[in-house]
């Protein structure tokens, strides 16, 4: 409508439809009120909206709304399903997931761990995932930094400090699967610590389960070999110092976020590298920092999870599962790496196998 025609009155040859006057001032409002104007003498004054300009913004007022109604409405269903699967089970899918994104990580520090020092490679990793965390956490940010377990948290990290040291520094320097088979000796540490600290009932079958998944290991590495070089005897420590780490979370889980967990941590990574990286400072290359950028974005995404993991199932449901580990670190070793398994090393995935698909029927059945 020209400001020449008057109110409800067609212009000629435009193919604008007439509609009442009290229709015009009714859509001016709400369009000046959409638009954030606040004075009803601007929406007095304010140039009428054509009938295909109402329609088509009102259209998509619309869809947005629908979207958004439909995507809040999806996002309730999930959390509803999800949270109606046994505790267990879904610590067992968490975990799982944790390990996929953590065998991503260990390949790429395995990759730069001997053209830059270890320390610089974990603090810039920390780094990147404590920036990773803050965007999601800022709105409680505050809070979880108050605490009544400072104790317990600085201990928490001073484990993580030590098993993830130790556990980079025998990846850099054994081959992937020997290296996670080492790992798994946490599993009987594990699944003892869960009984002697937690009070958690361990029944018969997850003992046999456990006891199964570790001859597998046995057997990867491979008997009467010579495997107590130094840098097993570290991937043995980090084990043990893992174990820690899991045991601690399951004392804090119930009083403490995943926020102040990963927060406390983070403070206490940063300060233990910050000094050694500082000294032995090197300017990563291009390709360097894409590693690095990735190590951090998905060790970020592998703690959260584990985290939830040990937060929402047993931790004596869970451990086994961490023989998963096995099969995606040597598949990664033969496609990245070229390290290509043995016999030895296929009989014992077999054996894992199996006894991590028994783990998984049984954490179903359990609430």
């Not at 089970?89 to 790429?108: E, K, P, Q, T, Y």
């Not at 000294?279 to 970020?300: I, K, R, Y």
């Not at 993991?309 to 580990?325: D, K, N, W, Y």
Request: with cysteine; proline share 4%.
């Amino acid at each position: 409508m020209s400001p020449e025609g008057g109110p409800g009155e067609p212009q000629a040859g435009t193919g604008s439809v007439a509609v009442p006057d009290s229709f015009h001032r009714v859509s001016q409002l709400d369009f000046v009120a959409e638009a954030g104007t606040e004075s009803l003498a601007e929406a007095a004054t304010a140039p009428v909206p054509t009938v295909s300009a109402i329609g088509a913004a009102g259209l998509a007022v619309a869809t947005r709304r629908r979207f958004g109604t439909g995507l809040a409405a999806a996002g309730r269903r999930g959390r509803s399903r999800w949270h109606a699967v046994p505790d267990n089970l879904r610590g067992s899918a968490l975990m799982v997931g944790s390990i996929v994104f953590f065998c991503v990580m260990m390949a790429g520090i395995k990759d730069i761990g001997t053209g830059l020092p270890l320390v610089e490679i974990l603090l810039i990793r920390q780094v990147f995932s404590t920036l990773v965390i803050l965007p999601f956490f800022r709105h409680d940010l505050a809070s979880a930094f108050r605490t009544n377990n400072a104790r317990m948290l600085l201990l928490r990290g001073l484990f993580t400090l030590g098993s993830q040291y130790t556990y980079f520094l025998a990846v850099i320097y054994l081959p992937l699967a020997e290296m996670t088979a080492l790992g798994f000796s946490q599993v009987i540490f594990m699944t003892i610590g869960a009984v002697l600290i937690l009070k958690e009932r361990v029944g018969r079958r997850r003992w046999i389960a456990t006891a199964i998944g570790f001859v597998g290991v046995a057997i990867m590495l491979k008997p009467g070999a010579e495997v107590l070089n130094p840098y097993a005897l570290l991937a043995i420590v980090s084990a043990v110092l893992l174990c820690g780490v899991t045991l601690s979370i399951r004392l804090l889980a119930a009083t403490e976020t995943t926020t102040t967990l990963l927060l406390y941590q983070s403070i206490v990574l940063c300060s233990a590298y910050l000094g050694p990286t500082i000294w032995w400072w090197e300017w990563p290359s291009a390709q360097e920092w894409t590693m690095l950028v990735v190590v951090g974005v998905f060790g970020t995404i592998c703690q959260y999870l584990f985290t939830m993991a040990f937060r929402v199932g047993e931790a004596s449901a869970i451990a086994p599962l961490e023989f998963t580990r096995l099969i995606m670190a040597g598949l990664i070793g033969f496609l990245y790496f070229g390290e290509i398994p043995d016999a030895w090393t296929l009989i014992g995935a077999t054996i894992v196998v199996g006894s991590t698909i028994d783990t998984v029927r049984r954490n179903a059945g359990r609430g």
